[in-house]
C-alpha cells in the first residue's frame, strides 16, 4: 500500500495570507496527485490533478507542485470561504488501491 | 450537469450488513468513468472503499474486501455498496463519486454525491 503524509495538520492564516501544504507519498508515484477541498457538511470538491492541474471553475489562487513523492498545495490571497480541510489522493495503483493524506484544516481569520 | 445521491438506511445494527445506494444523473454508468465509494468517519479522514466499473469489475481496499461487495445496475443508472457484519468502526458518512480515468493524470473523483451517515448502534 502507498502511504499518504500531510502536513501541517492545521494551520491558521489571515485573510490574504498565503498557506502552503505539503503531501508526501511513501513511494514515487509520478505525478498521480489530485487536491481535494472539504466543507462541513458538503460533498468534497476536487481542486487540481495531475499534480499541478487545475480543475475547471477553480480559482487560480489554488496551485500545485511536486511529482514523485513531494507535493505541494498553496493557496494565496487566502478568502474566509477558504475555510475547509484539503486532501491529497494518490491515483498511482489505478483502478484500486486509492490512498488519501490525512488532511490538513485550514483556518481563516 | 452530473449528480450523485446516496440513499439507505441511517442506522444499521452490529453484526448486521450495511446497504446503501448512489443513483446517477447526467452522466450514464455505461460511459467511460469508474464509480467509487469513499467513506468519513467521525472526526477522522477520508477513506477509500473501492471503485466499480459499468462491467462490474471491482477493486476493493484491502482492509474491508472480506466484508465488501459493489455492484452497478446499468439499466437503472445506479451502483451500490454492500458492507457485511458492521461494527461501530463502521459509523460514517458514505460518499459515492465518479472517478475519472480519461485524459492525462486524470485518476481522481471529480463528482460527489452529498453523503450519507450511517450510524453502527443496536
Known amino acids: 500500500d502507498i502511504q499518504m503524509t500531510q502536513s501541517p495538520p492545521f494551520v491558521s492564516a489571515s485573510v490574504g495570507d498565503s498557506v502552503t501544504i505539503t503531501c508526501r507519498a511513501s513511494?514515487?508515484?509520478?505525478?498521480?496527485l489530485a487536491w481535494y477541498q472539504h466543507k462541513q457538511g458538503k460533498a468534497p470538491k476536487l481542486l487540481i490533478f495531475a499534480a499541478s492541474t487545475l480543475q475547471s471553475g477553480v480559482p487560480s489562487r489554488f496551485s500545485g507542485t511536486g511529482s514523485g513523492t513531494d507535493f505541494t498545495l498553496t493557496i494565496t490571497r487566502l478568502q474566509p470561504e477558504d475555510s475547509a480541510t484539503y486532501y491529497c489522493?494518490?491515483?498511482?495503483?489505478?483502478?484500486?488501491?486509492?490512498?488519501f493524506g490525512p488532511g490538513t484544516k485550514v483556518d481563516v481569520k | 450537469q452530473v449528480q450523485l445521491q446516496e440513499s439507505g438506511p441511517g442506522l444499521v445494527r452490529p453484526s448486521e450488513t450495511l446497504s446503501l445506494e448512489c443513483s446517477v444523473s447526467g452522466s450514464s454508468l455505461s460511459n467511460d468513468y469508474y464509480w467509487g465509494w469513499i467513506r468519513q468517519p467521525p472526526g477522522k479522514g477520508l477513506q477509500w472503499i473501492g471503485n466499480?466499473?459499468?462491467?462490474?469489475?471491482?477493486y476493493y481496499n484491502p482492509s474491508l474486501k472480506s466484508r465488501l461487495t459493489m455492484s452497478v445496475d446499468t439499466s437503472r443508472n445506479h451502483f451500490s455498496l454492500q458492507l457485511d457484519s458492521v461494527t461501530a468502526a463502521d459509523t460514517a458518512v458514505y460518499y459515492c463519486?465518479?472517478?475519472?480515468?480519461?485524459?492525462?493524470?486524470?485518476?481522481?473523483?471529480?463528482?460527489w454525491g452529498q453523503g450519507a451517515l450511517v450510524t453502527v448502534s443496536s
Open positions: 489522493q494518490q491515483g498511482y495503483t489505478f483502478p484500486g488501491g486509492f490512498t
Open positions: 466499480i466499473y459499468h462491467s462490474g469489475t471491482t
Open positions: 463519486a465518479r472517478l475519472i480515468y480519461t485524459g492525462y493524470g486524470k485518476r481522481c473523483f471529480d463528482y
Open positions: 513511494q514515487g508515484i509520478t505525478d498521480w
